[in-house]
T-cell receptor
Framework: AQSVTQLDSQVPVFEEAPVELRCNYS??????LFWYVQYPNQGLQLLLK??????LVKSINGFEAEFNKSQTSFHLRKPSVHISDTAEYFC?????????????FGQGTRLTINP | GAGVSQTPSNKVTEKGKYVELRCDPI?????LYWYRQSLGQGPEFLIY????????DSGLPNDRFFAVRPEGSVSTLKIQRTERGDSAVYLC?????????????FGPGTRLLVL
C-alpha cells in the first residue's frame, strides 16, 4: 500500500528565512502529489499539486515543490517565509495504480515562524 | 459560494453509544470523501462516494462504521457502539467528479470525543 513520510514533525524558522519541508512516498509507477495546508482553527486547503508535465509546481503565495521520481520525493520550499505561513503542512499522494481517488496523507509538519 | 459544511462541530458521547456525523458538500460536487484524523496524525481515508454509491469503502475500520449518501448530496457517517479509540476529528471533502486530478475541498471537521 502507498505510504507518505514527512521527515520532520516540527520546523521552526525565523521570519524571512528559507524553509524546506520534506516529503517522501513509497514507490509507484504513477502518482499525483499534493501539499495541503491547515492554518490555525481552519480546515485543510490545497496549496499546490503535481499531476503531470513540469516537475516544478508553484503556489500563489510563494511556495514551490518539485517532483523527483528517482528519489520518490516532493519537497516543499519557500525562499523567504512570513509570520502568516505558520500552519501545519500535509503532503498527500493519490496512487493511480491502485485506481484510487483517495488521498494518502503524511503525518504533517508544523511550521512555526519566529519574528 | 458556500464550502463543505459539517455538523456538529463537536460531539461528546459515552462508550457504547451511537453517533451520526453529517456532511454537506459543495453544491454540484458528485464525489464525497470521509477521512479520520487522530491527534498528531494526518487524515486517514475512510470511504469515497461517487453519486449515491460507495465506490471505495476500503478505509472503514470495521463493521461499526457505515456511511450513506441516499440522494447524492448530503452524507451521514454512522458509528455504532462507539469506543474510546474512535475519538478523532472526522473530515469530509468533496470534489466536482471522481477524477484523480480534481481538487478535494475539505470541511472544518467534526471533533468526536468518546468518554
Amino acid at each position: 500500500a502507498q505510504s507518505v513520510t514527512q521527515l520532520d514533525s516540527q520546523v521552526p524558522v525565523f521570519e524571512e528565512a528559507p524553509v524546506e519541508l520534506r516529503c517522501n512516498y513509497s514507490s509507484s509507477v504513477s502518482v499525483y502529489l499534493f501539499w495541503y495546508v491547515q492554518y490555525p482553527n481552519q480546515g485543510l486547503q490545497l496549496l499546490l499539486k503535481y499531476l503531470s508535465g513540469s516537475t516544478l509546481v508553484k503556489s500563489i503565495n510563494g511556495f514551490e515543490a518539485e517532483f523527483n521520481k528517482s528519489q520518490t520525493s516532493f519537497h516543499l520550499r519557500k525562499p523567504s517565509v512570513h509570520i502568516s505561513d505558520t500552519a501545519e503542512y500535509f503532503c498527500a499522494v493519490s496512487d493511480l495504480d491502485q485506481g484510487a481517488q483517495k488521498l494518502v496523507f503524511g503525518q504533517g509538519t508544523r511550521l512555526t515562524i519566529n519574528p | 459560494g458556500a464550502g463543505v459544511s459539517q455538523t456538529p462541530s463537536n460531539k461528546v458521547t459515552e462508550k457504547g453509544k451511537y453517533v451520526e456525523l453529517r456532511c454537506d458538500p459543495i453544491s454540484g460536487h458528485t464525489a464525497l470523501y470521509w477521512y479520520r484524523q487522530s491527534l498528531g496524525q494526518g487524515p486517514e481515508f475512510l470511504i469515497y462516494f461517487q453519486g449515491t454509491g460507495a465506490a471505495d469503502d476500503s478505509g472503514l475500520p470495521n463493521d461499526r462504521f457505515f456511511a450513506v449518501r441516499p440522494e447524492g448530496s448530503v452524507s451521514t457517517l454512522k458509528i455504532q457502539r462507539t469506543e474510546r479509540g474512535d475519538s478523532a476529528v472526522y473530515l469530509c471533502a468533496s470534489s466536482r467528479g471522481g477524477e484523480y486530478q480534481e481538487t478535494q475541498y475539505f470541511g472544518p471537521g467534526t471533533r468526536l470525543l468518546v468518554l
